[in-house]
């Protein structure tokens, strides 16, 4: 009011007011500019309890529980090809459905067992019979080693809905039951096949193991059987102790469960191949293995039917660098032959997938590594080879590329369907059709986009219908997952899988930059490195990022690829602001036999190298990499290597390391997967290789340094006798570490996930805490 008075008093004076007008215009406009901000003060206090809705751009950082709990989730092909055109599947109510792609739209779905029906809970991999009459559904009782279970099944008569358990001798819990057409049941130790009436064959001296080929391999027209018994009694056994659920009195004792578990070095089971005649189950036919690997512990990789009356059988010797294919009739006047030799002195054969045999089992097609010429050495490729002794095989596929997988084999179109690799990048992956007649090969998924989208798919793979009238072709990254349903002329008919939910959350959320790297290491060699960046980062160098590389680093292992990827990595990259890398060096897969080769019998060595080597070029080459704040973890293989490369390198380039049940010493790791790569524990073979191997005595190359030894006790796969015996090194040795034991969990260790990651989170916030730098 005072304020008011005073203009007034500066208006009625003329003689002031020529003088004064600017100071007064400039008064109103400052009382009037304090009403409109009191105004807006006076709006904002009245509001103050409304949500302020966020700015419709901003995305959100990717969450530990969006990792942990599914998020980054993709759906594949849940799709099974029962016939030329008809696809057995789950639809989006959990039934189990039965659709016809060549039927109309209004009948092409039939329900096979609904959601609703209580026997659908808790089933796995249900089964059509050949006339779509009955289905087999099995639901699992109990795990018995890690590839084998005891289940109870069931066949539903799909007309009338009548269930049938399927018993023996009043017994429901059985190892294996499958049409094969009729159905075969395998109840431990006894085998049965089903037709009208059952035939039942006794198998003495077997254990419920893992019956690789047991009731498996029926002939086309189902009167023959072969399979194979595993005699384990001179294999020794691997206590594993399971303590129970807490607060219980039958947790007063631990259980203790014996494995048969053959070590490196140690007696395997003893294996033989048979056949048998379910019209004569008295005339068992033992299937010899070659005499120039029968004295070597052979190894029975693979068996397949190529004819009624002929079996064909890969056989092994124990450290996996020689091999025999052997035919052997099963008729009159019986016999047998090699069909072919195989050898590799500079590493292993990988020879674990049966043949493909044509319809009449005059020839077979199959992955083995052919020389490319000059200094490329081998590749694996498709081979084709008549059925005839010591055949010469055809190569349908050559170049400096690798064969992952024979996807099937049209012979009606002269056409093998198979994944590959490239020659220009080795992380891309297609399908391809190559003609056994003229070799010409076309690429089926070269051109396959997700829909509405202008980027390829740059990962894809592929299953055909029984006809090869359709298949389903999925591609796998590098952006969403995607499948469509493809016609023979290769026009899209049908979207399958769009992945929408997971699409629309990668948009919403602050995604990691992905950087690929290449790196040239020794003797020609590349190494290739894939990053995930912060999303935001400054490549200045003005802020320097922590990097945390995720090693694996096995024998024929990648982790480079354009498969779509979303990771834990991914997570702390998006939300902890950390760089996140995986690399490839020497002995990954994908890159041929020079490559792949250059550690054999020596693990733990450029494997490991070349983990450090790259690590510390990354660091020298990108200004925003922090070399005071780099860490290596790794799980299993990637375990053993972390802790190797921590406990090896010299120049502080890991500030901390973490080993998640790693091995630690390969004398203590199975026959089949150990021996393979480093030969035999002996002095005659490679001693000096399993020693030099042993992470146990690096212990001095950890003093100082922050280590995270991390295991399950249950673990069938690498025992936790691994991680007990580094820690007593450790301990013995006055070496502080870090060790986080997970009571009764297994190799996996599914059911801690969220303790896990929290302690692994953890035990980065120490390592990276520039304090500590």
């Not at 109103?28 to 409304?50: H, K, M, P």
């Not at 599947?89 to 959990?94: H, I, S, V």
């Not at 959601?115 to 639901?139: M, N, V």
Request: hydrophobic share 35%; charged share 20%; with cysteine.
């Amino acid at each position: 009011m005072n304020c008011l008075l005073w203009i007034l008093d500066l208006l009625s004076n003329k003689s002031r007011l020529k003088t004064k007008r600017w100071i007064i215009a400039g008064l109103i406009f400052l009382l009037v500019i304090g009403l409109v901000v009191a105004s807006i003060v006076l709006l904002q206090n009245s509001d103050q309890n409304e949500a302020k809705p966020a700015p419709l751009t901003r995305k959100r950082s990717l969450t530990l529980e969006d990792f942990l709990y599914g998020k980054f989730f993709a759906q594949g092909f849940n799709g099974t090809w029962v016939s030329g055109s008809e696809l057995m599947y789950m639809d989006a109510k959990n039934n189990l459905v039965l659709r016809d792609l060549k039927a109309k739209v209004n009948e092409s779905v039939r329900i096979l067992l609904r959601s609703s029906d209580p026997i659908s809970t808790g089933s796995y991999q249900p089964k059509l019979s050949a006339d779509r009459k009955y289905l087999l559904i099995g639901q699992v009782q109990a795990q018995l080693y890690r590839h084998s279970k005891i289940s109870r099944y069931s066949v539903i008569n799909l007309e009338t809905g009548e269930r049938v358990p399927i018993r023996i001798e009043g017994n429901e819990d059985l190892l294996l039951v499958k049409w094969a057409p009729s159905l075969s049941i395998m109840e431990s130790r006894t085998g049965y096949t089903k037709r009208k009436s059952s035939v039942r064959m006794k198998l003495s001296g077997s254990r419920p193991m893992d019956l690789n080929w047991l009731l498996r391999n029926s002939t086309i027209d189902q009167f023959k059987l072969a399979f194979a018994k595993f005699d384990d009694r001179p294999v020794q056994l691997m206590v594993l102790p399971f303590f129970g659920e807490p607060g219980t009195v039958a947790s007063q004792y631990p259980r203790i469960n014996a494995v048969k578990y053959p070590k490196a070095g140690t007696p395997n089971p003893l294996v033989s191949l048979h056949a048998v005649d379910l019209s004569d189950l008295t005339n068992i036919k033992n299937l010899e293995p070659p005499n120039n690997l029968a004295a070597q512990q052979p190894i029975l990789s693979a068996v397949k039917w190529a004819t009624n009356g002929t079996i064909a059988a890969i056989w092994l010797n124990r450290v996996q660098n020689e091999s025999s294919f052997i035919a052997y009739s099963v008729n009159p006047p019986y016999g047998s032959f090699i069909l072919k030799n195989l050898a590799e002195r500079a590493g292993w054969l990988e020879l674990f997938t049966p043949m493909k045999f044509n319809k009449n089992g005059s020839q077979y097609i199959l992955i083995f590594s052919q020389d490319q010429g000059g200094d490329a050495g081998g590749y694996r490729h498709i081979m084709l080879l008549n059925t005839t002794q010591n055949a010469k095989e055809t190569p349908l596929t050559k170049g400096k590329f690798v064969v992952t997988e024979i996807l099937d084999w049209n012979e009606e179109d002269d056409l093998v369907y198979y994944q590959a690799n490239t020659q220009e990048d080795s992380a891309v992956q297609h399908v391809y059709s190559v003609s056994t007649e003229t070799k010409e090969i076309n690429c089926l998924s070269c051109e396959f986009k997700r829909k509405n989208s202008s980027k390829p798919c740059l990962y894809n793979t592929a299953v055909f219908s029984k006809d090869f009238s359709y298949y389903a072709l999925s591609c796998s990254g590098p952006d969403v997952p995607y499948i469509a349903i493809y016609s023979k002329d290769h026009q899209r008919i049908l979207e399958w899988e769009s992945n929408d939910d997971l699409y629309r959350f990668t948009k919403t959320r602050e995604m990691p930059v992905v950087k690929r790297m290449e790196f040239n290491i020794s003797d020609g060699f590349t190494a290739q490195v894939v990053l995930q960046l912060p999303p935001d980062f400054d490549p200045s160098g003005n802020t320097k990022y922590p990097l945390l590389v995720n090693v694996y680093a096995g024998p024929d292992s990648s982790q480079v690829s354009q498969e779509f990827t979303l990771n834990w990595g991914s997570y702390l990259a998006s939300n902890r602001s950390t760089i996140y890398a995986v690399i490839d060096g020497r002995g990954s897969a994908l890159k041929g036999d020079k490559y792949l080769f250059a550690g054999y019998r020596n693990l733990g060595t450029v494997e490991v190298e070349d983990q450090i080597f790259v690590t510390k070029k990354i660091q020298e080459t990108l200004p925003y990499v922090d070399k005071d704040r780099t860490a290596i973890w790794g799980w299993s293989y990637g375990g053993y290597a972390a802790g190797m490369a921590l406990a090896t390198e010299k120049d502080n380039i890991f500030k901390c390391g973490i080993s998640v049940a790693p091995v630690t010493d390969w004398a203590l790791y199975d026959t089949i997967y150990t021996e393979r790569f480093m030969g035999l524990p002996s002095l005659a073979d490679n001693l000096r290789g399993y020693l030099n191997a042993q992470l146990i005595t690096k212990y001095e190359g950890l003093r100082n340094k922050l280590y995270f030894l991390i295991h399950g006790t249950y673990d069938d796969n690498v025992h936790y006798q691994q991680s007990l015996l580094w820690a007593k090194v450790l301990e013995q040795k006055d070496i502080f570490f870090r060790q986080m034991t997970y009571t009764d969990q297994v190799h996996d260790l599914g059911n801690v996930r969220p303790h896990l990651y929290h302690s692994l989170e953890n035990f980065l916030d120490e390592c990276f805490n520039e304090e500590n730098s």
